[in-house]
């Protein structure tokens, strides 16, 4: 503790200085009181490491509280090889090994849902620090193959991030893949100008780094929630 | 529905209370929650903190979203909404059950606002659908959105492109 107190002045005439003229005591005032201070002050710097040394410690130990749903069970993730980016490469889970994948099943003419996942994506991706958000990924999967073909699914999640990656296919495997991630998914009649919406299960699902599925997140997890959840996934 | 804090619902007593009945500008300047200028109806509604998301080029479809504000006396609603840039829109609800979002007209009753209640579009619930967007809604622009209720008649506002 010593060692955090000023050097005395060599004319430093001792504890007795420290009366004042009238002989009366002050407080803080001599050099002694300074050096009375700076133990003080010392002291609290040192607890104040020591609280937050600790609470560092105890927070690295509590298990993270997920936002989302966790799933149990350790089974790889469902393939997605039927399915294929714009340049035609097929999806190929392995490739993110070690890294989180969100994976959205939706349409690029959808005017709610799908663009307000995709944005809070992007912002969870940019709340994260850049390790993780390097091994961050997401593939939107069309529920919409009619209007919807690879390179036009990139290009809409693209805008969100241009690391986010869009895939298509044949409407039997994107029915098998949605059954395979427990999505629901159907067209709805087409209005009169031939447009029509389609009703889908609005869940991010994320695969962590172990490749199977582990959280699963309603549309409305809101981009802070989310980054804390793949925070900790990649942890 | 948001309801407005205490110290706006003090500040509307207090101009009921000086003017003897609701006065727009004590409205307004109670609830400070939107800039001065917003058209507000001669009944005393609003629509404020209109918004819409930056579209990919790809799609032309938009969501407005926003809020309309009843500081009238009358219960009101919302019956259309109309904008330069699109051509239809169609006022939907996002209903999610079971994970499993799909969209709906509006009722109605969905759209029906109390005096001294808001009626909130936000995403994942309420929302203005624009369809046949003219192009691309880019980050900062401002989009004009007409909100035509039954009883305070065409409010127009310009809706703040933006990501949230």
């Excluded at chain 1, 693209?158 to 029915?175: K, Q, T």
């Excluded at chain 2, 005393?44 to 969501?63: F, S």
Aim: aromatic share 6%; hydrophobic share 40%.
């Amino acid at each position: 503790m010593t060692d955090l107190m000023p050097p005395r002045s060599s004319g430093d005439p001792g504890p007795d200085a420290n009366d004042g003229p009238s002989g009366r005591r002050r407080f803080n005032d001599g050099p002694s009181g300074r050096r009375r201070f700076t133990v003080a002050l010392g002291v609290v710097a040192v607890a104040a490491v020591g609280v937050v040394a600790a609470l560092a410690v105890v927070s690295s130990l509590r298990p993270h509280l997920y936002t989302g749903t966790v799933l149990q069970g350790d089974e790889p993730a469902p393939s997605l090889a039927e399915l294929a980016y714009g340049d035609g490469t097929p999806v190929d889970l392995a490739d993110f090994d070690g890294e989180v994948v969100l994976v959205f099943f939706g349409y690029t003419n959808c005017p709610d849902v799908c663009p307000t996942t995709m944005a809070d994506a992007a912002a969870a991706v940019g709340l994260l620090d850049d390790g993780d958000a390097e091994r961050t990924n997401l593939v939107m999967v069309s529920v919409d193959p009619d209007r919807d073909d690879a390179a036009k699914v990139g290009e809409y999640v693209g805008f969100f991030d241009p690391g986010f990656r869009g895939a298509s296919g044949p409407v039997e495997a994107i029915d098998r893949a949605a059954s395979a991630y427990g999505v629901f998914y159907q067209l709805n009649e087409p209005e009169a100008d031939g447009s029509y919406l389609v009703d889908h299960t609005g869940t991010l699902m994320g695969i962590g780094p172990d490749g199977s599925v582990r959280v699963i997140w309603s549309s409305d997890v809101g981009p802070e929630a989310l980054a804390a959840d793949i925070a900790a996934l990649l942890s | 529905m948001t309801r407005r804090d205490p110290a706006a619902i003090a500040g509307f007593a207090v101009a009921l209370g000086l003017a003897g009945g609701l006065t727009l500008a004590g409205c307004g300047e109670a609830t400070g929650a939107a800039p001065a200028g917003l058209p507000t109806s001669a009944t005393g509604v609003r629509v404020a903190g209109a918004w819409i998301r930056p579209t990919p080029p790809i799609t032309n479809v938009a969501a407005f979203y926003l809020r309309v504000e009843n500081g009238g006396s009358d219960a009101d609603r919302v019956v259309a909404a109309s904008s330069p840039r699109c051509a239809e829109i169609e006022i939907h609800q996002t209903t999610t059950v079971d994970g499993v979002a799909s969209m709906s007209l509006a009722s109605d009753e969905q759209l029906s606002v109390e005096p001294g209640h808001d009626l909130v579009f936000e995403p994942n619930g309420l929302h203005v659908m624009c369809l046949g967007l003219d192009e691309p809604v880019v980050e900062g622009e401002a989009v004009p959105l007409t909100v035509q209720l039954e009883i305070a008649g065409s409010l127009t506002v310009d809706a703040v492109a933006e990501n949230r």
